[in-house]
């Protein structure tokens, strides 16, 4: 058996990072073997605004995390995420083709195949679709039918679509630097396979991506992914409001709100703040810490918590999520969060890390990278069967015991490869 080469491209609204990672055959590792990340250009709130800028902006991460590793890459997985993503659940149902016998592989296909029918305008395409729960015969709460006798088969899923235009606009970036897409992966759910315990997701979490612009959302009930969206704010709307309040460039409030979670936490009570070591452009060497935290941080993140709360009402879980939040993504580190977090949403919360990785970790191991790490982790569980455009089939067949049928199972997919 040979190592697999598993690539990640995460085009954020503030941050491009590619990653390359080696699955090793032997230890059930993933190293992290390249890694690069480039400040962003054509991307506002996950979406591409200037095509040629982002290439560049691609390009430019690419080659970098490239040379790092001393591997090309030709193909990679894609993280996509904000407004555009939305999510709803399909239940599907079919005969099984031998009630005689026993429930295969190709009957579950089938039961995918019935859900995913669902109508969608030409403006959306499906990228994800998970089964949830399996019924056999009326009886709930199967992982995996297969070998089961019954007469009727049901599948819960989850399905994620996105705006088709912004896809299209990805696969352009990919296809102009020969890098072929092998799945999008809402980045939600990238950084929920970075940051997650299976313990957390069997009883019941939400995860929260806080990005640059925008923050994307993944509730997990009973193990399964069930509820994907994504609100249009970020992290950024609260450099935005220290900038503002305290008359500096956006630059400059960056720097600040950077500064001040990497300094001090929420319960230290220092009156001021000396900048003088950021060196600002702007004649402003103290501030209040009060001021910048009660004043200014903390009603943007109590906002931002409200939409939270708001989004866990609307997805219909909010009973069913008894571990809490676990936040992740750039904007996690915000000074605040936690206390803030837990007062308004009034669950269990955590700061999310990329942990479950290994190489060239010291820089990675970032909230901001979680979505990125992510890619790579739903990367090795999907890759095993290696069907291009056919990523969803891995998850599929996740739980099923494989043992020795990996190549009859090959054959089996080839003939739903158009
Ligand atoms: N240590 C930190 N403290 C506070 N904020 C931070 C810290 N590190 C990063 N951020 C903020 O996180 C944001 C970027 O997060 P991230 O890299 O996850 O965004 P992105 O993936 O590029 O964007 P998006 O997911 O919205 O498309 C920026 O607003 C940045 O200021
Ligand atoms: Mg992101």
């Known amino acids: ?217 993944s509730i997990y009930v009973d193990g399964a992914l069930s509820y994907s969206s994504s609100i249009p704010i970020g992290a950024r709307h609260i450099s935005n409001d220290i900038a503002v309040g305290l008359r500096v460039s956006l630059d400059s409030a960056e720097k600040i709100k950077i500064f001040l979670s990497k300094n001090f936490d929420g319960k230290k009570k220092t009156p001021q703040i000396n900048l003088k070591e950021l060196d600002l452009p702007e004649d402003i060497t103290e501030v209040s810490l009060k001021t910048l935290v009660d004043g200014i941080v903390a009603p943007r993140l109590e906002e931002i918590f409200k939409l939270i709360f708001e989004e866990i009402e609307k997805s219909g879980f909010g009973q069913q999520i008894p571990s809490g939040l676990v936040i992740t993504g750039g904007g996690a580190l915000t000074i605040g969060m936690l206390e803030t977090g837990k007062r308004v949403v009034g669950l269990p919360i955590r700061i999310g890390f990329p942990e479950k990785v290994s190489g060239l970790v010291d820089e990675i191991i970032d909230p901001q990278y979680s979505t990125t790490v992510g890619l790579l982790l739903y990367g090795k569980n999907n890759i095993s069967i290696d069907k291009d455009n056919f990523k969803n089939f891995g998850k599929i067949l996740r739980d099923f015991k494989l043992g020795n049928s990996i190549g009859n199972l090959k054959n089996f997919f080839k003939q739903f490869i158009p």
Do not use: W
């Not at 030709?74 to 099984?96: D, Q, T």
């Open 1 to 217: 058996m040979t190592d697999n080469l598993i690539c990640g491209i995460d085009i954020g609204s503030s941050k491009i990072a590619t990653v390359v990672g080696m699955d090793s055959a032997e230890t059930d590792e993933l190293k992290i073997i390249g890694f690069n990340t480039t400040v962003a250009r054509g991307v506002r709130r996950g979406l591409v605004v200037d095509i040629k800028e982002a290439t560049e902006a691609v390009e430019d991460s690419v080659e970098k995390a490239e040379r790092m590793a001393g591997h090309k890459i030709n193909k990679a997985f894609v993280a996509v995420g904000g407004p555009h993503i939305s999510s709803l659940n399909s239940h599907g149902i079919v005969a099984v083709s031998n009630p005689q016998g026993e429930i295969n592989e190709e009957d579950v296909a089938r039961v995918i195949e019935a859900a995913k029918a669902i109508s969608l305008s030409s403006t959306r395409r499906i990228i994800e679709v998970i089964p949830r729960d399996y019924i056999v015969d009326g009886q709930s709460g199967i992982k995996n039918p297969v070998g089961m006798s019954g007469v009727r088969l049901e599948v819960e899923t989850h399905i994620i679509t996105a705006s088709t235009t912004n896809l299209k606009n990805q696969e352009r970036i990919l296809s102009d630097l020969g890098i072929e897409n092998q799945g999008f992966v809402f980045s939600g759910l990238a950084s929920a396979e970075a940051v997650l315990t299976d313990t957390e997701k069997e009883l019941g979490i939400i995860l929260v991506d806080i990005g640059g612009g925008k923050i994307d959302l």
